[in-house]
């Protein structure tokens, strides 16, 4: 199984996973357009999808399904909620074309095995995912604002995590958003902050080679640099060290990380 982070930020969100048999995007929050030349830049064929999975109905990453389901009469895998909760703007969309899950159970897409699970965030029912191929595992953890026992059990010994560290305390407290909105990312229906991230990860990580991408960095309230340090430094502080027993990988909000295999563990 391989995969990539094609975007992630409030910009836009969507990450591309493969293996021999399937091919599966995780929400599409940019245009038409620019997922397509995201897809090229990694190599991946648009029109070799086979499905979209979707973990919430904002914006940020369902934007681009209405357009990317119609132009390659894709299938849409998300819960009840959220398609009752998408946007006008995603457009209409076939109802043979959504197949709904039940938040909790798993699927069977090709050779792949794709559990979600709730997580906190002001959406309808938002989810995050574990995708299984045979013994690897990709869990993706973003949009929540804490992590509790259950995602923990759930994404514990995946090979490779994509875990959200939306912002630094300090910088969002001080920044220029209004009250309500800095309130709201705070809140437990916001956003996961570096040191939140750092302290969730201690709990899920093994230290056995597993790839962190840490994803969904505000564009104002954080910095690459930043959140990479403050989750090194409490990570190391506890006795995992970065680098060897665990790989801290960046995400971007305007490029693609290159298609990787989802184990590189040795």
Same mark, same amino acid.
């Given at each position: 199984?391989?995969?990539?982070?094609?975007?992630?930020?409030?910009?836009?969100?969507?990450?591309?996973?493969?293996?021999?048999?399937? =091919?599966?995007?995780?929400?599409?929050?940019? $245009?038409?357009? =620019?997922?397509?030349?995201?897809?090229?830049?990694?190599?991946?064929?648009?029109? $070799?999808?086979?499905?979209?999975?979707?973990?919430?109905?904002?914006?940020?990453?369902?934007?681009?399904?209405?357009?990317?389901?119609?132009?390659?009469?894709?299938?849409?895998?998300?819960?009840?909620?959220?398609?009752?909760?998408?946007? %006008?703007?995603?457009?209409? +969309?076939?109802?043979?074309?959504?197949?709904?899950?039940? /938040?909790? %159970?798993?699927? #069977?897409?090709?050779?792949?095995?794709? #559990? *979600?699970?709730?997580? %906190?965030?002001?959406?309808?029912?938002?989810?995050?995912?574990?995708?299984? &191929?045979?013994?690897? /595992?990709?869990?993706?953890?973003?949009?929540?604002?804490?992590?509790?026992?259950?995602?923990?059990?759930?994404?514990?010994?995946?090979?490779?995590?994509?875990?959200?560290?939306?912002?630094?305390? #300090?910088?969002?407290?001080?920044?220029?958003?209004?009250?309500?909105?800095?309130?709201?990312?705070?809140?437990?229906?916001?956003?996961? $902050?570096?040191?939140?991230?750092?302290?969730?990860?201690?709990?899920?990580?093994?230290?056995?080679? #597993?790839?962190?991408?840490?994803?969904?960095? *505000?564009?104002?309230?954080?910095?690459?640099?930043?959140? &990479?340090? /403050?989750?090194?430094?409490?990570?190391?502080?506890?006795?995992?060290?970065?680098?060897?027993?665990?790989? +801290?990988?960046?995400?971007?909000?305007?490029?693609?990380?290159?298609?990787?295999?989802? %184990?590189?563990?040795?």
């Amino acid at each position: 199984m391989k995969f990539s982070v094609l975007a992630s930020g409030s910009t836009g969100n969507a990450i591309y996973v493969e293996t021999d048999r399937f =091919r599966v995007l995780i929400d599409a929050g940019l $245009s038409g357009k =620019r997922l397509e030349k995201l897809l090229r830049s990694i190599g991946a064929d648009p029109a $070799s999808l086979d499905a979209i999975l979707v973990t919430h109905e904002h914006i940020d990453h369902v934007k681009g399904l209405g357009v990317f389901a119609r132009r390659y009469r894709l299938p849409i895998h998300l819960n009840e909620a959220t398609w009752r909760s998408l946007p %006008s703007s995603v457009g209409k +969309l076939e109802e043979d074309q959504c197949h709904l899950f039940d /938040t909790g %159970s798993a699927l #069977e897409l090709g050779d792949l095995t794709i #559990e *979600s699970f709730p997580i %906190s965030h002001d959406a309808a029912e938002p989810v995050g995912f574990c995708l299984h &191929h045979g013994r690897e /595992t990709l869990g993706l953890v973003t949009d929540t604002g804490y992590v509790n026992r259950r995602i923990v059990d759930k994404v514990a010994g995946a090979d490779a995590l994509i875990f959200e560290a939306n912002h630094d305390v #300090e910088m969002l407290r001080m920044g220029a958003y209004p009250w309500n909105v800095k309130r709201r990312i705070l809140s437990d229906v916001g956003h996961l $902050s570096n040191e939140d991230a750092a302290e969730a990860l201690l709990d899920i990580l093994q230290g056995v080679g #597993e790839n962190v991408y840490l994803a969904h960095l *505000s564009q104002d309230n954080n910095l690459t640099e930043l959140a &990479h340090l /403050t989750v090194k430094d409490i990570l190391q502080e506890n006795g995992l060290r970065v680098g060897k027993d665990i790989r +801290l990988q960046q995400t971007h909000p305007d490029r693609a990380t290159p298609l990787r295999p989802v %184990s590189t563990k040795k």
